[in-house]
């Protein structure tokens, strides 16, 4: 798979909701409908918009918005199209001094 696309409706309360895809080939329907396009193996953004409003196209950014609701789904996406996902390390910590009492 190359696209994650996202599409968002109003429903008739007024609430918005989203259906997310992962899709192989972009459509001509795909690019009239989606909100936002990420393709990943270009690492680019093909489109994001939301309520008409365009989104400034900042990869990075975008990436690590959605990437906090669709973890699973944005790393298999980078590992199909050939990337690898470097994780930061975890930091040691330093063992817990005991305070000073000077009573």
């Known amino acids: 798979m190359r696209y994650l696309t996202l599409t968002y409706y109003t429903r008739p ?14 459509k001509h329907r795909d690019l009239q409908i989606a909100s936002v396009i990420l393709d990943f193996k270009k690492l680019q953004v093909v489109k994001c918009s939301m309520n008409g409003v365009v989104v400034p196209n900042d990869w990075d950014r975008i990436v690590t918005y959605y990437h906090q609701h669709y973890a699973s789904t944005i790393e298999r996406l980078f590992n199909e199209n050939g990337y690898d996902i470097v994780k ?3 930091t040691a910590k330093e063992p817990n ?3 000073n ?3």
């Open 101 to 103: 009492n000077t009573n």
């Open 88 to 90: 930061p390390e975890a």
């Open 97 to 99: 001094e005991e305070p």
């Open 13 to 26: 309360d007024g609430k918005i909701d989203e259906s997310m895809s992962v899709i192989r080939n972009l």
